[in-house]
C-alpha cells in the first residue's frame, strides 16, 4: 500500500475523518446489538477501502467479476428482504439480512445472523452454484460446504418466501439477477463468532504451543 499512501488524496481523508468515526460507530452498533448499522458501516467502510484503491495511481483492483456480482446480489437480497418485511405489516422490518465485506483481495465475507444463514446460503447457491461435482453425499459436496454441508437445502428455508426473494431479484436486473458459472466460487467457509480470546499458558507449554521450547516448530 505504499503506492497508495503515495498517490492517494483520499486516503488521508479515510485516515483522518472516515476511519475514527466509524470506528465509534461500530462499537456503538456492537454495543446496542444493533445488526442494521452494523452492516451498513460494514458494506460502506469496504466500498470506501476499495475506492481508495481505485484512487490509488495507477490504481490497484482487489476486486473481481465474482467479487462485484456478489455485492450487487447481496445489495438486491437486503432491498427484497427488507420489501417483503415492510409489506408483511412488521412493526420493526429489518434493513439488512447480510453484510458483505472485502479485505485486499476478491474473497467476500458475509456477516449473517444466525436465524438468515440458511436463506443466504441458498440464494447464493441459487446464483453462483457450486462445482459441478459437488454433488449431495459427495466428498467434493463437504469438501465445498463445509460447516454449512447441514445448512444445504436445510428446511427451515421458506420456499414461497425464496421464489418471491428470487423474483424481486430478478426484478432489479444488472449484475444482481446474472446467474453465474458452475464453481465461480472456490468454497464456502461458514464460521461463528467466538467467546473471545483466551489465555492458554502463562508460559511454554508443550500442551498448547506450537512450538517446542527452542523456538522450532511442533512436529506435526
Known amino acids: 500500500m505504499q503506492l497508495t499512501v503515495a498517490t492517494s488524496p483520499l486516503l488521508q481523508q479515510r485516515i483522518s475523518d472516515v476511519v475514527p468515526s466509524r470506528m465509534l460507530a461500530m462499537e ?25 484503491c481505485l484512487d490509488t495511481f495507477p490504481p490497484i483492483f482487489y476486486l473481481t467479476d465474482v467479487s462485484r456480482a456478489v455485492i450487487a446480489l447481496i445489495t438486491a437480497y437486503n432491498d427484497a428482504a427488507h ?3 415492510v409489506a408483511a405489516g412488521s412493526s420493526a422490518p ?7 465485506t472485502f479485505d485486499a483481495g476478491p474473497n467476500a465475507v458475509l456477516y449473517v445472523l ?22 449431495a453425499g459427495s466428498l467434493e459436496f463437504s469438501d465445498y460446504f463445509g460447516r454449512a454441508t447441514d445448512l444445504v437445502g436445510s428446511s427451515t428455508t421458506d420456499s414461497s418466501r425464496i421464489e418471491t426473494l428470487e ?20 468454497r464456502v467457509i461458514y464460521t461463528q463468532v467466538g467467546d473471545g480470546p483466551r489465555v492458554l499458558a502463562r508460559e511454554w507449554n508443550p500442551a498448547v504451543s506450537l512450538f517446542q521450547e527452542d523456538g522450532q516448530p511442533q512436529a506435526a
Open 28 to 52: 456503538s452498533a456492537i454495543a446496542d446489538r444493533d445488526f442494521d448499522a452494523f452492516a451498513e458501516h460494514t458494506m460502506r467502510d469496504s466500498n470506501q477501502f476499495h475506492a481508495v
Open 167 to 186: 423474483s424481486m431479484i430478478k426484478e432489479r436486473g444488472g449484475l444482481a439477477a446474472r446467474y453465474l458459472d458452475t464453481g465461480s466460487l472456490r
Open 114 to 135: 444466525r436465524e438468515d444463514v440458511a436463506e443466504v446460503l441458498r440464494i447464493v447457491n441459487n446464483h453462483i452454484p457450486p462445482p459441478a461435482s459437488a454433488v
Open 83 to 85: 420489501r417483503i418485511d
Open 94 to 100: 429489518r434493513r439488512y439480512r447480510a453484510a458483505y
